[in-house]
Nanobody
Framework: QVQLVESGGGLVQPGGSLNLSCGASGSIFSDYAMGWYRQAPGKQRELVASITRGGSTNYADSVKGRFTISRDNAKNTVYLQMTSLKPEDTAVYYC???????????????WGQGTQVTVSS
């Protein structure tokens, strides 16, 4: 079992930056690949970024070059640095623990409660 808690969301103007954090407990953090998802009103939850156990990263095309995912296994924490934010980035952002044993990130049923990111002037 993995417990995940996100933090760092808020209101930011277009072009601004936010840094999200997700702390994990309850299991061996380094055993899991990690992912950040987001869900906007009326839309399906989508994978934004993922990081393997070894630190390799992957991004959705919509955020490539603007978002950076990283992890600190000593702190049991995964981060999402978001820059050049756009109104379409507005969503609830969720942290997930999953698997990197295939070429695609596979989410396990471990989710945080989500943190709201609103990009608006």
């Amino acid at each position: 079992q993995v417990q995940l808690v996100e933090s760092g969301g808020g209101l930011v103007q277009p072009g601004g930056s936010l840094n999200l954090s997700c702390g994990a407990s309850g299991s061996i953090f380094s055993d899991y690949a990690m992912g950040w998802y987001r869900q906007a009103p009326g839309k399906q939850r989508e994978l934004v970024a993922s990081i393997t156990r070894g630190g390799s990263t992957n991004y959705a095309d919509s955020v490539k070059g603007r978002f950076t995912i990283s992890r600190d296994n000593a702190k049991n924490t995964v981060y999402l640095q978001m820059t050049s934010l756009k109104p379409e980035d507005t969503a609830v952002y969720y942290c997930n623990a999953g698997s990197d044993r295939s070429s695609d990130y596979i989410p396990y049923a471990y989710w945080g409660q989500g943190t709201q990111v609103t990009v608006s002037s």
